[in-house]
């Protein structure tokens, strides 16, 4: 056994000392006290795999994670994203403190270097059947490890939620949620007014998504003004709020298609019962829909057992 074989059989070495009995590790182990450089290296990669099982041993499973991923699971809409962002959210953080072993690379080399050489005792006769299995295992069982950690980082990446640039969409909840900070915010309606007509005459002098197509039960309703919303990239959309005589003002979010990734909303004329969800970030009950030329956002503050509430307005 010379040291690369003998570094490759003890990377696989389990912490709490169990493979000592096997011949290979033994024999390993034997090599690592003769040789300081190879002893050395056993000290530092033993040093490193307890500090990553320490890392892991520390990631936390959030404990609403089950009922998050069941939520999900139950939701008719497969396009439900605050569903889908949340559980995201949960998943960022559960694999964000993963970190891969320093020498990952090197040792994924040697891995493939020693399953494509079959190693050759200086008897000159082949390293016996379970030896090379056991040397397969102990290849395969890297390989996946570095599977995971990629798929971890994949994960990481893609799950992170981003700003979108001046030239990327925009998600709807994206835009909601926007409009949602405004509201929490101190501000003033940039047209005060009562008329709708009069109100769609300022958002078409000033360039702003003007709403086409609006539900009978929010036609009905009382205006109190309009409002500019203000999106990364120098984009616009308008906001119209109306307000009943009990209970939440109703805010609908105006923006143009253009700007919109969601493209599969259903026309005002197909919303029903499944497409009104309740946003857990902001606490509000949204219903989406869609016409030619631009999409709707509709919400208003309430808690989650009413979210039905928002199809009686169509």
């Not at 981003?162 to 409009?179: D, M, R, T, Y």
């Not at 990239?233 to 003002?249: D, H, L, Y």
């Not at 805010?251 to 259903?266: A, E, G, M, Q, W």
Request: glycine share 4%; with cysteine; net charge negative.
């Amino acid at each position: 056994m010379d040291k690369q074989q003998a570094q490759f059989i003890l990377q696989s070495f389990r912490p709490n000392g169990s493979d000592i009995i096997d011949a290979d590790f033994a024999s390993a182990l034997r090599l690592a006290a003769e040789n300081p450089e190879l002893g050395e290296w056993l000290a530092r990669e033993r040093a490193e795999d307890a500090a990553f099982a320490s890392a892991l041993s520390d990631v936390e499973i959030p404990a609403e994670l089950r009922d998050h991923i069941i939520d999900v699971m139950k939701k008719d809409q497969p396009e439900d994203v605050e569903g889908n962002d949340a559980l995201d959210e949960l998943f960022v953080a559960a694999v964000a403190g993963i970190q891969p072993p320093k020498g990952l690379r090197d040792e994924l080399l040697t891995a493939m270097l020693v399953q494509q050489e079959r190693v050759v005792p200086p008897s000159g006769r082949h390293v016996e059947r379970s030896k090379e299995k056991k040397l397969r295992k102990q290849s395969s069982s890297l390989v996946a490890m570095a599977a995971a950690l990629l798929v971890g980082a994949f994960l990481a990446y893609k799950l992170t939620p981003l700003a979108p640039s001046s030239g990327e969409l925009f998600k709807s909840h994206e835009v909601q949620h926007h409009a949602e900070n405004l509201l929490n915010a101190s501000f003033e309606y940039d047209v005060k007014e009562g008329d709708p007509k009069r109100i769609r005459a300022w958002l078409t002098d000033q360039q702003l998504p003007t709403p086409n197509t609006l539900p009978a039960g929010i036609q009905k309703l009382s205006c109190n003004g309009c409002k500019e919303i203000k999106l990364p990239g120098a984009k616009s959309a308008s906001m119209v709020c109306f307000s009943e005589q009990t209970g939440p003002n109703l805010y609908l979010i105006i923006v143009s298609n253009t700007n919109i990734r969601d493209k599969r909303l259903p026309a005002i004329s197909e919303v029903s019962m499944k497409d009104c969800y309740h946003c857990k970030v902001t606490k509000c009950d949204v219903a989406r829909w869609r016409d030619a030329q631009n999409t709707y956002i509709l919400f208003k503050k309430s808690g989650s057992e009413h979210k039905g509430e928002l199809i009686s307005y169509f």
